[in-house]
């Protein structure tokens, strides 16, 4: 099978793609298959260097990034103008790479590089599949979802946002998981950290902004710990420019309940464990995030990054505390506001359960399975 791959610009449309084309070669080797792969993205791109490092071959054409704005005059920028030159230009090559590749089918995950890439796929008349991760419809995906793609989504409240000429054969898959993430081992994250104040008989909070760490959060757990450690462990993923500030908040501190702070400025390997350990999270609320805590079965405390596109974690956030799958900062972000969610969840066991019970509900851990499904049946149109 002959696969194009596009989508990129964040970890949120770059990983499920790996994690799809991967299940997708495990899925047609099974069969007695092989996989031709070519990944299509921007020029020095977070998805070159991911496919370089998958060993993934990767073709770069021209993108270009809409500035969206309430004011319609601001929407006819220069750089607007400039970038929209761009994406034409991006799909007369994106449809020569198409030409001379001859995929069986085009998988796009989204990010602006995805829209010349499917463009290109449907000008060719191949077979295009859009995965969406969050519950809104991106814009990139909005375009080629007019652009008769075959629709796979993350969530039955999105299909309502297709339109009609794709809700049809629209298919909820969930957003893939990395398989890693499924398999950690709580009994073996504390050892693997190096946590020794480490106490079993408390439950677990894990903190993380993502690989550079959240200034915002962590700081409004800095001012919270004199509460929390007295309640709970706490693994804290700060990012390295933080690791010095954090480790001085517990400094005056009594130091057994200062112990059971460990920080970190990065969780690597061990993530998996660290998860499985955790029995609450605080983090942002990304469609990645979502992904792997709803696929767990993790009780959360979300804090949306307020500049993401569409304000889609706080559309994200909202959805899941609506449902009882998490609890949110949706407003107001502070330390008071976060004890406030945090402690019925800490003090009380059963109802820590029921918030990850019904996050459950929301988890698809077979997401790039359901995905593979999706783009095998789009070979056999």
């Not at 946590?195 to 408390?202: K, M, S, T």
């Not at 909070?205 to 929390?228: E, F, K």
């Not at 450690?229 to 690791?243: K, P, T």
Request: aromatic share 4%; with cysteine.
């Amino acid at each position: 099978m002959r696969l194009i791959v596009t989508g990129g610009g964040t970890g949120g449309h770059t990983y499920p793609a790996l994690t799809a084309v991967n299940a997708l070669r495990a899925r047609l080797e099974a069969q007695g298959r092989s996989l031709d792969v070519l990944w299509v993205g921007a020029e020095d791109s977070l998805e070159g260097r991911v496919a370089a490092s998958n060993d993934i071959p990767f073709q770069a054409v021209d993108t270009g990034k809409v500035r969206r704005s309430k004011n319609p005059l601001k929407l006819v920028s220069a750089e607007n103008i400039r970038d929209m030159g761009k994406a034409f230009r991006g799909v007369f090559q994106s449809r020569r790479v198409v030409s001379d590749f001859r995929p069986d089918v085009v998988l796009a995950t989204g990010g602006y590089v995805a829209v010349p890439v499917g463009l290109a796929a449907r000008m060719a008349r191949r077979p295009l599949v859009v995965h969406e991760q969050t519950v809104l419809l991106g814009l990139a995906n909005k375009v080629l979802a007019r652009a008769g793609a075959r629709m796979a989504v993350t969530s039955e409240s999105t299909l309502k946002l297709l339109p009609d000429s794709a809700r049809a054969d629209a298919v909820v898959t969930g957003n893939p998981v990395r398989p890693a993430v499924l398999e950690g081992q709580a009994d073996r994250a504390a050892a693997e950290l190096g946590f020794e104040g480490y106490d079993p008989d408390l439950p677990t909070v894990y903190v993380t902004g993502g690989a550079q760490g959240s200034v915002q959060i962590n700081t409004t757990v800095r001012d919270l710990l004199p509460w929390l450690l007295e309640r709970a462990n706490v693994v804290h993923q700060c990012g390295e420019a933080n690791v010095d500030d954090l480790r001085a908040a517990t400094r005056d501190l009594d130091p057994e309940p200062a112990a059971r702070h460990h920080v970190t400025a990065f969780v690597g390997s061990e993530l998996p464990d660290v998860l499985a350990m955790a029995d609450v999270v605080i983090s942002r609320s990304g469609a990645g995030t979502i992904a792997e805590l709803t696929a767990l079965g993790k009780a959360a405390v979300f804090v949306p990054l307020a500049s993401s596109a569409g304000d889609e974690q706080r559309h994200n956030a909202r959805h899941l505390q609506e449902a009882g799958a998490a609890l949110a900062l949706l407003d107001e972000v502070s330390a008071e506001r976060l004890r406030e969610k945090l402690e019925p969840l800490l003090a009380d066991a059963d109802r820590r359960a029921a918030v990850a019970e019904r996050a459950r509900e929301h988890g698809r851990p077979d997401a790039a399975d359901r995905l593979v499904d999706v783009v095998l049946k789009a070979e056999d149109t």
